[in-house]
């Protein structure tokens, strides 16, 4: 099993966040590598912004983990979908990684609510994202939609005009710029319509 700190110097452009100005409670989480971790940094991004993690204390637009896991924030918009995991990280379009209960990775589709078991420890998904980091987190597609676009700050994520869940495209000409907590409750309701929807029913775009 890949130790995290070299797993973390494996992401291409890996940079922490600046450390906090104060001392902050570490909420204990399944996964005690973690928690190591977080306690001497402030989170981190890497691939240009494609790949975020939580910081303790928000910084330059990024969520304080404690916040982005509230329900408030935006977990309750997806009802009986809301994900039971401890989130520490997501990509910029939304897509989210926690912990499940043994301190293992899953993932987070955001726009349909599903949970994804990962079966991998920490180190090995960030390894993972490293050896694939268009397959793991969309580094390319986030590049692209970067130049076509414009850059993203810390508290946006590229928006799909038309989810891909409804038959939207993943491209950038379906993506829009769109506020992290806005967009996450937008799949929220989304997500709460697929569930409610019969197998079979076809989806209009709202554009």
């Known amino acids: ?37 977080l306690s ?16 303790l204390q928000e910084c330059a637009g990024l969520a304080d983990v404690q916040t982005w896991n509230a329900r408030e924030t935006w977990k309750g918009a997806y009802g009986s979908a809301a994900p039971d995991l401890y989130l520490f990280a997501e990509d910029a379009f939304g897509v ?28 090995e998904f960030f390894e993972a994202i490293s050896l694939d980091p268009e397959g ?12 076509q676009i414009g ?23 379906n993506m829009i710029r769109m506020d992290s907590i806005e967009h996450m409750r937008a799949c929220g309701s989304v997500a709460q319509q697929i569930r409610r929807t019969p197998i079979g029913t076809s989806f209009k775009p709202r554009m």
Request: hydrophobic share 40%.
């Open 1 to 37: 099993m890949m130790k995290l700190t070299a797993a973390l110097r494996m992401l291409d452009s890996f940079r922490p966040l600046p450390p906090t100005s104060k001392r902050q409670e570490i909420r204990a989480t399944a996964n005690r590598e973690y928690d190591d971790w």
């Open 40 to 55: 001497h940094n402030n989170g981190a991004v890497a691939y240009g912004g494609a790949l975020r993690i939580f910081p």
């Open 96 to 123: 989210q990684f926690g912990f499940e209960a043994d301190g293992s990775v899953a993932r987070f589709w955001n726009e349909t609510g599903d949970v994804e078991a990962l079966d991998l420890g920490l180190g």
């Open 136 to 147: 793991t987190i969309s580094a390319e597609t986030y590049r692209a939609a970067d130049r």
């Open 151 to 173: 850059p993203l700050t810390l508290r946006e994520h590229f928006a799909m005009r038309v989810e891909t869940a409804v038959g939207g495209k993943f491209n950038c000409d």
